[in-house]
């Protein structure tokens, strides 16, 4: 690969036994691996845990084959032209003929919980018309915005807390060809500020593979104490703190409100109740473009939660 292939291409497993799995996950692939019975299935959870990879890895893992893309195709449900776009997309591929593979079609739907609630009631038709042709594998984030009648159709996978060894392990090894010099405690600390967002710790070893610092790598004191001036509602200096942890640690601003946020869930249980988690939603979704102008009001939203207790 190019010396300027992102890491995240770079490392991406390209088979089945490669990927970290949630030790249930892995389990239950194996199973449809060795069983040759593949179900409708729907992987959900946060962006970076494998979703993507792990379902391409798992259809050629089945077929025994790294050379089976004729007999997948990969959508993006949230398509703006709509659902009667992607129904035109399938009914091509599942119609055509094969010339060198023969088989399970496969139908692999990403970030279907953006679609509306009536794309989802015509994907249940459509899945259920191709039932002996062709097996359908939807990934998203949020399960929560997936009609229940549709989320009945499928094996449901949830991918979020993936075994932390395995994760390090992982880690050292692009520490190691890429020449780099994390220490295992720093290595530890990326992930435990990223938990299972692998696709993000790649990303921030990338970045900062010149200015290596173990104290460059935001701890939960960092987090603790934004807490703390988060509290005490000065929301134009809390501003200019964040924008200066930025600069500091070199990771984005939505990274570091994203981050704060799986801190706040993993270890303040407090201030986690329902309206809080669906604040967190709806966070994640802001587009990067939007954060500067929504961050006033995340930092008031976040003091009111700190503080109504």
Not at 220 to 240: F, S, T, V
């Amino acid at each position: 690969m190019s010396k300027f292939t992102p890491w995240v291409e770079k490392y991406r497993p390209s088979s089945f036994n490669d990927i970290v799995f949630d030790p249930l996950n892995k389990q239950l692939l194996e199973n449809i691996i060795k069983n040759k019975c593949f179900p409708n299935l729907l992987f959900y959870g946060p962006p970076g845990t494998g979703k993507t990879t792990s379902i391409i890895n798992l259809i050629n893992a089945y077929h025994d084959s790294v050379n089976c893309k004729n007999l997948m195709i990969h959508l993006n449900a949230s398509d703006e032209r709509g659902i009667d776009i992607i129904r035109n997309q399938i009914n091509s591929f599942v119609n055509s003929k094969s010339l060198f593979n023969d088989g399970m079609k496969f139908v692999i739907l990403d970030e279907v919980d953006y679609m509306t609630k009536n794309a989802q009631i015509a994907l249940k038709y459509l899945l259920q018309s191709y039932k002996s042709k062709v097996r359908f594998c939807l990934i998203c984030n949020y399960i929560s915005r997936i009609d229940e009648a549709l989320q009945n159709e499928f094996v449901r996978l949830r991918f979020n807390q993936l075994p932390e060894n395995e994760i390090i392990n992982f880690l050292n090894n692009i520490n190691t060809c890429e020449k780099l010099n994390y220490t295992s405690e720093a290595l530890l600390a990326i992930q435990k500020l990223f938990n299972s967002d692998i696709r993000s710790m790649i990303n921030y070893m990338q970045s900062n593979e010149k200015i290596i610092s173990n104290e460059k790598i935001i701890s939960n004191e960092l987090w603790n104490n934004l807490i703390d001036r988060i509290k005490k509602n000065d929301y134009k200096e809390n501003i200019k703190y964040i924008n200066s942890l930025t600069l500091e640690y070199n990771i984005e601003k939505k990274n570091i409100i994203k981050n704060f946020l799986n801190f706040i869930i993993r270890n303040k249980k407090e201030y986690v109740n329902s309206e809080f988690l669906l604040f967190i939603e709806n966070v994640m979704h802001i587009p990067d473009l939007n954060i500067e102008y929504m961050l006033p009001h995340c930092l008031i939203k976040l003091h009111k939660f700190f503080t109504q207790n």
